[in-house]
């Protein structure tokens, strides 16, 4: 980077630093419209003629007929595929829902001629069986022992945990529980929980 010197201080910059005579009023606006963007004054000048620039707008008038043209060009597209949409949909109401609207209309029709009404029938309930004291499915006595003896084991690794629980009570904020455990054994009861 170069530096330039201007009155006995140094810049940092590219190209160094130009003075240009502007009204006073003028740069006031400037300097309130570029706070905004916490941006050095140089950088948002650069953005404001790269903005016109890309988007081949004339500040002084031709820019703002140029938007309009365009706004007006996209409302026409617009209203081309909004007709599109409503062809569409008057198509599928003519070939498929008006259609089927009447066919169901004329089956009402009849039903409501012909004036008969579907028989009913009972409700028939099976009888419950009386025998539900009898084990209708069995596991096996060492099934049923071994399952016994995890599910112990089980509810005394719980009671364990439970054990370890403190509540906690910050000086702000609500209180939590707390488990005093090692980060081992945290691992092992997510390995045993899988």
């Known amino acids: 980077m170069e530096k330039q010197s201007t009155n006995g201080r140094t810049k940092k910059g590219n190209g160094g630093y130009s003075n240009i005579t502007i009204k006073k009023e003028t740069v006031t606006r400037f300097r309130t419209y570029s706070k905004k963007f916490n941006r050095s004054h140089s950088d948002v000048l650069d953005a404001m003629i790269q903005y016109f620039k890309e988007n081949n707008l004339d500040p002084f008038g031709e820019g703002t007929k140029i ?21 569409i949909i008057k198509n599928m109401e003519k070939t498929s829902i008006r259609p089927t609207y009447e066919m169901m209309l004329i089956l009402y029709e009849a039903y409501v001629k012909d004036g008969r009404k579907p028989k009913s029938r009972p409700i028939q309930f099976k009888e419950e069986q009386k025998n539900f004291l009898e084990p209708k499915n069995t596991v096996p006595k060492t099934e049923h022992d071994r399952m016994l003896l995890e599910f112990n084991e089980y ?23 707390k488990i005093n455990m090692g980060i081992g054994d945290f691992e092992s009861l997510k390995h045993q929980l899988r």
């Open 67 to 87: 938007i309009l043209d365009s706004i007006k060009k996209l409302e026409v597209k617009m209203m081309k595929k909004f007709d599109r949409l409503i062809a």
């Open 155 to 177: 509810k005394k690794r719980c009671n364990e945990i439970l054990h370890n629980v403190e509540k906690v009570e910050p000086m702000m904020g609500k209180p939590y529980l």
